[in-house]
């Protein structure tokens, strides 16, 4: 037969015999012939190219080292590749043909035809998107328009700034009353100069709106340097050139380089690999860590360099914009034939290449309407709580000014009427000096005039300073927030930042956290930790949970000791029980029947307790194993062929570092990295590999001496989420075949051998350990295979490949389960997806604060379960409920069963939780995607969500991007509770954005979470602090702000309400307006602005250790309707207080020795004076922590009171007028007015002072016990005190290690009273007694 190819790449298709030369026909071998040149019209490109008619369904395809192997019943034609002449005859650099799936090409799916039905739904709704590649041109006018590349995340833009900003602003209902004050005042109805009404609103509301536009500025810049991101972009002849991804336009042709993301969704053409596929990390999409493979078409293998591009063209039909990451319709027009496209061909925004040098693409999708952008919605506006009840509080307040405002306009009616119209010194009846506020004759006009007036007059009500007050606190709290250094990661050099102020008070009052997974609490790396090698478990070191409750039980137990007669699987007998630390795990294997293994396992594990990894990807702990002292061990023929799995059963290739020149691993799970780096350390070091040759550098048991071995691969069976193993199939040099086998134990233990058992139930043990510890596991297996065995298998499994159609996967899968079968367990292997440093504690600590923690993840259910245990979310003793669809049903049910299906679990479970419910036993509820998507419909998500909140611990898995933020709606709708949700990646902005507060992971790759959240933090373990701290504080200094402010106002405006009465609704004020202006302004704003930024009811360690005080935020208690009737009525009665008792004291007699009374100026200044001491000295009785600050602003803003009082009274007449030398010749020689300050004071602020007594006494509060032992020193006199203070504070958890400690204890004293019973009834049974 000819030698066929294609020249261009170098490459002949022709006989190769093996065995020796021979063939052995069992075919005609003109059929075969005629089947070879069939193929030579359908190689291409290097032979990467083969279409698969009917005529060749017998035809077996093997892709070996670069060799097509083509058997029909053991007639074998080899199609060999010389990738160096490929490189040398094209010019080319290219990159090794990638380890791929060995039946998985795609070049054995049929070729769609331009008369494929399914290009007939192109052009239609949903369908009508058209691409010219390589011509940019023409999508930059219509009809092909498309947006450009440009992303921005701002609220605001030129435009639309200032109406939304506005808009922002008029929400407030205090801010909507003073513009309709200020529209009054410019009339003859206002009391005030118009200036000194709009001035403050024009203040407060350009305040605000600059804060707005300086946080919207920082989210600009952040999406300026996404923006500002460059890629390569062709710009013409084949030449590329650096661009911004804000300059990319549908149609343009990039180059992606390696460890790069891509700058918009792009069609695969080409990857430095001869076969077009490249490796993509989807992190930022779905969380996942598994790398995912793309390939591109083999029509377009051959645009693998710069000049292939210069006369490229093509068209793309397909899909128009959605969110959907997993779907992708649509079809290429290529050199005149169509092409069908997948979601295989699609590089999606945000994606990142990985190991692949570079790939070619061309955009599709670009800016808004990428999919990862269309998951993502606008950044919408938030408010915390109390800003919200603030509306409703000044709803009250606004109640108050009318219902006054009311009687001040029936009574000066009433009064103009019948009183004054007899009051001739008026002249009221004098029609050329009509006032129309006093007219007799229209009696009721005047009353509406004078309701005008009073709203405006009465307006100090409400308080419009408290918005600007509270701004600047807010700023000034997120600046605390930032300069936090122990919220300051060393390794990533970030920080914790408040991207926006509004929320501050909201982090004091979060009840509900959504938490992604990947990046968030884990670090995307994983560790080998741990293994169980023939029955005896390895790198069993103590963990933190079985430590702490080690120390709890040698605090709470006494000392035992006794014999136990008993034996383990390794029939040894402990005689001394005790619980201690450094014989902790000799205990463990008492009461959990483990294998102690050799004597010296104390020393080596707590030797090395405390340690650091100091290999990335390996982090075991056992002598026995490491430094080669397994070959030491009595099993070693199955301990070598444990670690020999360990080094081949993968898809691994080892990459030499630039750097180092040493060897690195890359594969598509991190998981098989750590077993390669592993099984390097074990002395099983694997070093090359072709397409058909794996090179290992093992250590030769018996000799110790590292010897360089080679194992033919034959197949490889690759790992999918529904077969749950990977198998490969190998021939080692002395020509026996073995089927290494690894996987999920449930899957492998299904196929043990009859002899393959023998450590089946240690392993069992093992794995039950290992998956409370929260690590993932496999286990490993292998059987030897027989030549004749392998032979009649192979002819079925390339049969199987061969095949077209729906049945193939199914053929595929049987083939497999004949192989892998009548295994023989070797162990088990363990692995740390490591979290991030203090996860659980922190977990732990947001628990005993009353947080209840979802886990949001897109990985898979075994994975998230095993996180969740890592990271104490799950215990052993938890009552587990999985909602999942039955897969056999899923395949067959319409969406009502299913959905009935899924409602029927939902009330099973919810039924067991009400009736077990009183037992405190602790439930967990894992959701799958699939069900998830069922459980969110309209008709099930109460009942889902009715469960959901009945768990400890929720876990959603296979979560997409949308069913993240819908989760997050409709837990924040169905609880009523705040809500913050915490991820790292753009699959997380919807949930960051649709919680209450979001918050964003900067230490990660990737901004999107950030540049969406509302604060970012470098690590998870600070969200500790952000909430138990600041949060606590934030809460509690807003509240004490905003009530203040009630009352001060309150205070205030009520005097001069009874000074209309007093006056007989004369409509005189009884203040200077430079006395109206300064109280707001100055006198008191100040001394609340500090109570707002230094405020701590105690110090940040104490609220660390004691997280029962951040509920105090959660049931609102400083913020309830109690608490601000009873401000409101302590103001009501400071400003009777003040006006009635100055009125009596001052008013009856002279107050200067020559017989001077007061007039208004007098008694107006004295009554203002004890207004300004009442309000400052009762927010000296509110403040917890003093500092140098707050004195200088409460006693400062009293001592400028008099300052400004005495300069204005030195002024000219005119300037002064009525205050003219007020100060010092009339009220300081005064000894009335220094007594009626003293006096009065003391009587208006008597209640607060009585009730915070009362209080502290008889019913002191968390927080009130904590300051006075702190206050008394008694944490260091009596430490005993402050512990058990701390261990009532603590909230009885059902999550964090806490509560593992707490289970493992009751668990571990369980054990011991029926090990104590046993021995009773031995001995009573005993013929002895």
């Known amino acids: 037969m000819e030698g066929i190819g294609n020249p261009n790449l170098g490459t002949t298709l022709g006989p190769s ?256 690999y001869d076969d077009g596929l490249c490796y993509v990390e989807t992190m930022n999409l779905d969380g996942e860590t598994n790398l995912k493979l793309k390939r591109c078409l083999e029509v377009t293998l051959g645009l693998d360099h710069d000049v292939e591009f210069s006369s490229f063209n093509a068209k793309i039909c397909c899909e128009d914009p959605n969110p959907n990451l997993y779907s992708f319709v649509g079809n290429v027009e290529f050199e005149d034939q169509v092409y069908a496209l997948s979601p295989a061909q699609i590089l999606l925004r945000d994606s990142k290449l990985r190991n692949t040098e570079y790939v070619f693409g061309v955009v599709i999708f670009s800016g808004p309407d990428t999919k990862v952008v269309q998951n993502s919605t606008r950044s919408p506006s938030k408010r915390s709580c109390i800003e919200r009840k603030m509306d409703f509080v000044i709803y009250v307040l606004f109640s108050m000014l009318v219902l006054i405002s009311l009687v001040s306009a029936i009574g000066s009616s009433l009064y103009t009427k019948f009183e004054m119209v007899d009051w001739w010194y008026l002249c009221l009846t004098d029609n050329e000096h009509q006032d129309p506020f006093f007219n007799p004759n229209k009696a009721e006009w005047s009353g509406i005039l004078q309701f005008i007036r009073s709203l405006i007059l009465y307006g100090y009500l409400i308080p419009i300073s408290l918005y600007v007050s509270i701004e600047v606190v807010k700023v000034s709290q997120a600046l605390l927030i930032n300069w936090d250094v122990k919220m300051y990661d060393d390794e990533t050099s970030s920080s914790a930042k408040a991207r926006t102020s509004n929320l501050n008070e909201e982090l004091g009052q979060v009840e509900m956290i959504l938490t992604d997974k990947t990046g968030t609490l884990t670090c995307n790396q994983m560790e080998f930790r741990k293994c169980s090698v023939a029955g005896i478990s390895y790198g069993g070191e103590v963990n933190e949970v079985d430590l702490a409750a080690s120390k709890r039980m040698n605090a709470d137990l006494e000392n035992y000791n006794f014999s136990i007669n008993g034996s383990d699987s390794m029939s040894q007998s402990l005689d001394v029980f005790k619980f201690s630390v450094t014989d902790f795990s000799t205990q463990k294997a008492v009461f959990f029947k483990e294998d102690v293994g050799n004597s010296n396992i104390g020393n080596a594990n707590n030797g090395r307790l405390g340690r650091e990894s100091i290999i990335k990807g390996f982090n075991f702990r056992d002598d026995r194993l490491l430094n080669k002292d397994w070959i030491r061990t009595s099993q070693v023929s199955d301990v070598a062929m444990f670690f020999r799995i360990l080094a081949l059963c993968h898809t691994g290739i080892p990459v030499e570092d630039g750097k180092t020149g040493q060897l690195k691993y890359e594969a598509e799970s991190p998981e098989e990295v750590s077993f390669l780096i592993a099984a390097q350390e074990f002395g099983f070091k694997f070093c090359r590999r072709t397409q058909s040759v794996m090179v290992l550098k093992e250590l030769n048991p018996s000799s110790g001496v590292e010897v360089e071995r080679e194992y033919k691969l034959l197949n490889l069976l690759e790992f999918s989420s529904s077969r749950k193993r990977m198998s490969v199939i190998v021939r080692d040099e002395a020509g026996q075949i073995f089927l290494l086998c690894k996987g999920a134990d449930s899957i492998i233990f299904d196929r043990l051998g009859v002899n393959g058992k023998q450590y089946q139930q240690a392993t069992s043990s093992h794995l039950s350990d290992y998956a409370e510890d929260g690590l993932r596991t496999l286990a490993l297996a292998y059987r030897r295979i027989e030549p004749a065995e392998y032979e009649n298998w192979n002819l079925i499994f390339t049969r199987s490949k061969t095949t077209i159609g729906p049945e193939r996967e199914k053929l595929l899968e049987r083939a497999s389960e004949m192989i892998e079968r009548d295994l023989i367990l070797l162990g088990a292997a363990a692995v740390e997806d490591k979290l991030q440093k203090g996860v659980p504690e922190c977990i732990d600590k947001l628990a005993q604060a009353g947080l209840k923690i979802w886990l949001l993840t897109g990985d898979k259910k075994e994975t998230a379960i095993n996180i969740g245990f890592a990271c104490s979310l799950l215990r052993h003793d938890m009552q587990q409920f999985n909602l999942s669809l039955n897969e056999a049903k899923e395949g067959k049910s319409n969406e009502k069963a299913l959905k009935e299906d899924i409602l029927l679990q939902i009330e099973t479970a919810y039924q067991v939780t009400c009736n077990e419910g009183n037992s405190n036993k602790p439930f967990a509820l894992v959701v799958d995607g699939k069900a998830l998507e069922l459980a969110l419909q309209t008709d099930v998500k109460c009942q889902f969500l009715r469960l959901a909140v009945n768990c400890a611990s929720v876990i959603c898995c296979r979560v997409s991007p949308k069913q993240k933020a819908l989760v997050t709606t409709l837990v924040k709708d169905y609880t009523r509770k705040t809500t913050l949700a915490i991820g790292d990646g753009a699959n997380d902005v919807g949930m960051i954005q649709a919680a209450d507060i979001g918050v964003g992971i900067s230490g990660m790759e990737g901004m999107q979470a950030v540049m969406a959240s509302d604060f970012s933090l470098p690590q998870f373990r600070f969200l500790e602090r952000l909430l138990i701290v600041h949060g606590h504080w934030c809460y509690k200094r807003i509240s004490k702000m905003v009530l203040y402010f009630v009352y001060k106002n309150v205070t205030f405006g009520l005097t001069l309400f009874y000074y209309e009465l007093y006056s007989s609704f004369s409509g005189e004020i009884p203040y200077n307006d430079w006395y109206m202006a300064l109280f707001n302004v100055i006198l008191t704003s100040l001394p609340v602005i500090s109570l707002g930024v230094l405020e701590q009811d105690v110090s940040s360690d104490v609220c660390l250790q004691f997280p029962a005080l951040y509920q105090q935020g959660q049931k609102n208690i400083y913020f309830s309707w109690i608490r601000i009737i009873g401000w409101i009525m302590n103001g009501v009665f400071a400003s009777l207080a003040i006006f009635i008792l100055t009125i009596h004291l001052v008013s009856p007699s002279a107050f200067q020795s020559t017989g001077e009374v007061m007039d208004i100026a007098h008694l107006g200044a004295t009554m203002y004076t004890i207004v300004i001491w009442t309000v400052n000295c009762q927010i000296a009785l509110i403040i917890n922590h003093f500092t140098w600050i707050q004195h200088l602003f409460i006693w400062g803003s009293i001592s400028f009171w008099y300052i400004f009082l005495f300069i204005y009274g030195a002024l000219p007449l005119e300037y002064s007028h009525q205050a003219f030398r007020l100060l010092s010749e009339a009220l300081g020689p005064a000894p009335t007015y220094w007594l009626a300050t003293l006096v009065v004071v003391t009587v208006a602020i008597l209640p607060y002072f009585v009730f915070i007594v009362f209080q502290r006494t008889l019913n002191p509060m968390d927080d009130h016990v904590i300051q006075e032992i702190k206050y008394c020193g008694t944490d260091v006199t009596d430490s005993s005190m402050w512990l058990r203070e701390q261990k009532n504070s603590k909230k009885n958890t059902h999550i964090g290690i806490t509560s593992r400690v707490d289970a493992k204890i009751r668990h571990w004293k369980e054990q011991l009273q029926n090990k104590k019973q046993a021995i009773s009834k031995s001995l009573t049974n005993s013929p002895f007694f």
């Not at 075919?27 to 190219?49: I, Y």
């Not at 609220?155 to 513009?179: H, S, W």
């Open 17 to 272: 015999p093996r065995n020796g030369g021979t063939n052995q026909v069992d075919l005609d071998q003109h059929k075969v012939g005629q089947e070879a040149e069939h193929a030579r019209t359908c190689f291409g490109l290097g032979g990467l190219v083969m279409t698969v008619s009917t005529s060749i369904l017998n035809l077996q395809v093997f892709w070996d080292t670069g060799i097509f192997n083509f058997f029909n019943s053991g007639n074998e034609f080899e199609y060999s590749t010389d990738l160096s002449k490929m490189q040398q005859t094209s010019g080319r650099s290219k990159g090794k043909v990638r380890w791929t799936k060995l039946y998985s090409f795609s070049c054995l799916r049929p070729t769609v035809s331009l008369q494929d039905s399914s290009t007939q739904q192109f052009g239609g709704p949903g369908f009508s998107r058209v691409v010219f590649c390589n011509q940019s041109h023409f999508h930059k006018k219509s009809p092909f328009k498309y947006p450009s590349n440009y992303i921005s995340m701002t609220k605001y833009n030129v435009i639309t700034f200032l109406p939304k900003a506005l808009f922002e602003q008029f929400r407030r209902v205090a801010n909507l009353y003073f513009l309709l004050a200020a529209a009054l005042s410019t009339t003859s109805v206002g009391p005030f100069l118009p200036m000194s009404v709009i001035a403050p609103l024009v203040f407060v509301v350009g305040l605000s709106m600059a804060k707005e536009a300086m946080e919207d500025w920082h989210r600009f810049v952040q999406d300026l340097k996404v923006n500002s991101r460059t890629v390569k972009v062709h710009v013409g002849n084949g030449d590329f050139k650096d661009k911004p991804w804000k300059g990319l336009h549908v149609g343009d042709v990039v180059k992606v380089m390696k460890n790069e993301y891509f700058p918009s969704d792009l069609l695969l053409l080409s990857s430095s």
